[in-house]
């Protein structure tokens, strides 16, 4: 029994997500931000001056790695980190103003790759898009 990588979910989610993100990156190269940074951005903007701790349990990705994004981000001041006023462990992550004035442009940024890449799909294909990955998502999370 042989193995094509056309019929593995696994492996096409992994090309779709790999597809998307070249896509952003393209879009998003002059305003100054990665896509890995992305979600770290789409969190703060909905709510800013969260701890680290926060972020991790909302973007869903290794300390390590956000540790990193963090510290990129804040090299290229998109965000601020000062002391928590109660805990001396933690830390706030906010943004600066440069980070904050992305919101517009970025989320475009993210609407446009998004309608270049489904372009071939009606709505009803892309609603069930939506949910076929969130619940293959659920799943994958629940075998963790």
Known sequence: MGFSRQDSVAYLAA????CFSLALQRRTAELGFS??????LLELWKEDRLTQRQLLDRVDIEQATLA???????????VERK?????RRS???MLTQAGAAL???AIAASNET????????LKFERQLLLEYMSRAIEAAKSER
């Open 15 to 18: 090309q779709l997500a790999k």
């Open 35 to 40: 896509p890995g940074q992305f979600p770290v």
């Open 68 to 78: 990193n994004t963090l510290a990129r981000m804040q090299r290229d001041g998109l």
């Open 83 to 87: 002391p928590h006023p109660t805990d």
């Open 91 to 93: 830390q706030i992550i």
């Open 103 to 105: 919101e517009e442009a």
């Open 114 to 121: 998004e309608e270049a890449l489904l372009k071939d799909l």
